[in-house]
């Protein structure tokens, strides 16, 4: 069984369309993350929610909107895409913050 | 000053030697350390976790910290060519919900 699931995979769409991406994990953790990989492979954190409860917003376009309809799913939507949106997008979930993260298997982004 | 350096490598090591992989950080704060391994075009796989100064030992790996010092290292003794892959550390802050990764370091492992 997939402990942290995204979909979908792939998602080659163009600029300007919106799309969402949706994460499930079945862990019974408390807390979700969204992080974005660019192509220099640097991790960076985007959004968490612990318990349906946004606590970290960082600085992020407010094209990407984020959304907890339970604490096993984090969704991310994202308005009016640009080239520079490219990147693999992650979802992790953990029990708490100081506890290490599972990763989702990842969406790779590409915009035309 | 990046929260959590690492050397960005490659770090090449000979199949069967003992690869060295060093992370600062700059929270004093931070009490746990992870580090991450990420194959090409794969999710990062946590591979070990330390929470207390000294050794901590699990399989090839050991992860060492030292938190006076605010470093935290990873060994991978009898290196072999499948360890070739990015190891990333991370720290979460001590304030705020944040786990802050380095850069990662890739790792080349050649027969």
């Given at each position: 069984d997939t402990a942290v699931s995204q979909t979908p995979k792939y998602l080659v769409t163009q600029m300007g369309n919106d799309k969402s991406i949706k994460c499930e994990q079945n862990?019974?953790?408390?807390t979700m993350y969204w992080y974005k990989q660019d192509s220099k492979k640097f991790l960076k954190i985007m959004f968490s929610y612990n318990n349906k409860e946004l606590i970290i917003n960082e600085?992020?376009?407010?094209?990407f909107s984020p959304k907890s309809p339970d604490k096993a799913h984090l969704n991310l939507h994202i308005n009016s895409?640009?080239?520079?949106?490219s990147a693999v997008y992650f979802c992790a979930s953990s029990q708490d913050r100081l506890q290490p993260q599972h990763f989702g298997d990842g969406t790779r982004l590409s915009i035309l | 000053q990046k929260e959590v350096e690492q050397?960005?490598?490659?770090?090449s090591v000979p199949e069967g030697a003992i690869a060295s992989l060093n992370c600062t950080y700059s929270?004093?704060?931070?009490?746990s350390f992870f580090w991450y391994r990420q194959y090409s075009g794969k999710s990062p796989e946590l591979i070990m976790s330390i929470y207390s100064n000294g050794d901590k030992e699990d399989g090839r790996f050991t992860a060492q910290l030292n938190k006076a010092s605010q470093y935290v290292s990873l060994l991978i003794r009898d290196?072999?060519?499948?360890?070739?892959a990015t190891y990333l550390c991370a720290a979460p802050q001590a304030a705020g919900n944040k786990l802050t990764f380095g850069g990662g370091t890739r790792v080349l492992v050649k027969p």
């Open positions: 862990l019974g953790h408390d600085t992020v376009p407010n094209r895409l640009e080239l520079g949106d | 050397n960005s490598g490659p770090l929270d004093r704060g931070s009490q290196s072999q060519p499948s360890d070739s």
